[in-house]
């Protein structure tokens, strides 16, 4: 199964790094299908324009329907697909998200600059195809092009032969609920620090144990929000401590 992805953008170099490592692999390996669009190509006027003055005024630019709907009908021509729209007004982009999104056949990203598109864009595309506007975090960025890269990275790396050593959906990280506790590897001691007993012990289960308990108590300090939407069976006695 491969995937289709096509990201239109006024920065087609802002995507290059995409072509790099790990998913220029699964590209080349025929795993994923990538696409970059100029939207100027779509414009038909001398200066090749892509935004104008807010209706109702406010600060900054909009980027136009017209030039938007005739890269996205030439891009979406090719086939269905979800449309996907990053904007810092979206919903959270989870990696349930990503997970939902691995599924797809197509996925298309309209990156946005200035202070976004109109938002006749994604009203037109929502009545005939699945549009989703997404957020990657609580932080404003100047466009969508680097969220489109960090969406396109975990969705990626979770299709089949992507990762070298796939790990299944329910041992990725993130996925008990927990963050990552603390890893280790050689040297033993390193500047006066020294690894856990622990994790040399050979004692699996110990070493589990110790693990869950790194985990809980960094989940603990660091997103208090990830333990408080734990299912209730999710933590046993022994997690209790925390
Ligand atoms: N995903 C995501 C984002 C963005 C984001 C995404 C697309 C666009 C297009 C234009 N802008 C600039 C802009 C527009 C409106 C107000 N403020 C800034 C973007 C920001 N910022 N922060 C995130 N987590």
């Known amino acids: 199964r491969r995937v289709r992805i096509d990201v239109v953008t006024i920065f087609p170099g802002y995507l290059a790094p995409l072509r790099e490592a790990l998913l220029g692999r699964a590209i080349e390996a025929g795993l994923v299908e990538l696409g970059v669009h100029d939207l100027r190509d779509w414009t038909h006027d001398v200066h090749q324009a892509v935004d104008d003055s807010p209706y109702g005024g406010g600060p900054g630019m909009v980027m136009r329907p017209q030039v938007w709907g005739e890269a996205l009908d030439a891009v979406l021509a090719a086939g269905p697909a979800r449309l996907v729209v990053p904007t810092p007004a979206g919903r959270p982009f989870t990696q349930a998200t990503a997970q939902a999104w691995a599924g797809e056949e197509r996925l298309v990203f309209a990156c946005g600059r200035y202070e976004g598109i109109d938002q006749r864009v994604v009203d037109s595309y929502?009545?005939?195809?699945?549009?989703?506007?997404?957020?990657?975090?609580?932080?404003?960025?100047?466009?969508?092009?680097?969220?489109?890269?960090?969406?396109?990275?975990?969705?990626?790396?979770l299709l089949p032969g992507v990762l070298g050593n796939p790990v299944s959906a329910q041992e990725d990280s993130f996925s008990d609920g927990l963050l990552e506790g603390p890893a280790y590897t050689r040297p033993v001691s390193w500047r006066g620090l020294d690894v856990p007993e622990v994790l040399r012990s050979g004692n699996h289960a110990a070493i589990a144990r110790w693990r869950r308990d790194r985990a809980l108590e960094r989940t603990a300090a660091r997103r208090p929000d990830l333990l408080d939407a734990l299912p209730e069976d999710a933590l046993d006695r022994a997690d209790r401590a925390f």
């Open 126 to 157: 929502a009545a005939r195809m699945p549009v989703d506007e997404v957020s990657i975090g609580d932080y404003v960025l100047v466009g969508g092009e680097v969220a489109v890269m960090v969406m396109v990275e975990a969705v990626v790396r």
